[in-house]
């Protein structure tokens, strides 16, 4: 009964680094999702995959990029970190594509770069 | 001007309180609205939908007013538990989903 399962939890990058947020849910949902949180704002939406083959851009998809590795899987990466890309991430997924279906969220990924 | 409002709190209740929050939404054309709970340093999970006529479950009622374009959720009997922060979400169609930054609840024994 995992749901969406996100790794890694905890990470801290240098400035430029690269890396790659990795997510994967099991309830056989259509669409997922990437948010980041940040102190003082509501989620935000980076990118979505409405269905597996495809990928769009959200609110906030500048410095991101994702894949749709398959229907379970949705990464999220970082290709050179900067610190204004220090915040909680969470993946979400749910049974079709927008927001009439509830969300299910992963435990999140909190991510300082320095 | 941003798309869900809401204060932020804190509201600190006592243990058996009846607490309610509110949350305005800028879209007129927006389809769904929910509210979402969320622990500290935790993920967000859905509470509950929130339904033209009004919804309850259990201790908790959402009731939503087009017209003035704001949510409620009323919360009574408080409990230890309840302690969070409640987000209200709304969808504005496609893959448009708004949160609010959250209302920090806390209840005391």
């Known amino acids: 009964n995992a749901g969406v399962t996100q790794t890694p939890k905890f990470q801290v990058l240098k400035t430029g680094q690269s890396m790659t947020l990795q997510c994967a849910q099991d309830m056989n949902h259509n669409s997922m999702y990437w948010y980041r949180q940040d102190p003082g704002m509501g989620l935000r939406l980076i990118y979505y995959?409405?269905?597996?083959?495809?990928?769009d851009k959200g609110e906030v998809p500048n410095g991101y990029n994702v894949s749709r590795l398959n229907k379970r899987e949705f990464s999220l990466r970082l290709e050179s970190a900067a610190p204004s890309q220090t915040s909680v991430y969470f993946c979400?997924?749910?049974?079709?594509?927008?927001?009439?279906?509830?969300?299910?969220f992963g435990s999140g990924t909190r991510l300082t770069v320095v | 001007r941003k798309e869900v409002e809401q204060d932020p709190g804190p509201f600190n209740v006592p243990e058996g309180a009846t607490v309610a929050f509110n949350c305005t939404y800028s879209?007129?054309?927006?389809?769904?609205f929910f509210w979402y709970r969320q622990d500290c340093r935790k993920e967000p999970k859905l509470l509950m939908s929130?339904?033209?006529s009004g919804n309850e479950d259990g201790r908790f009622t959402a009731q939503l007013n087009r017209a003035s374009q704001y949510i409620s959720l009323l919360i009574r009997d408080s409990k230890l538990s309840d302690s969070a922060t409640y987000l209200c979400?709304?969808?504005?169609?496609?893959?448009?989903?708004?949160f609010g930054t959250g209302t920090r609840l806390t209840v005391i024994p």
């Open positions: 995959s409405a269905s597996e083959g495809t990928t």
């Open positions: 929130v339904y033209s």
């Open positions: 879209n007129s054309a927006s389809q769904s």
């Open positions: 979400a997924s749910s049974e079709a594509s927008g927001g009439n279906y509830g969300y299910t």
């Open positions: 979400v709304v969808w504005g169609g496609a893959n448009n989903l708004f």
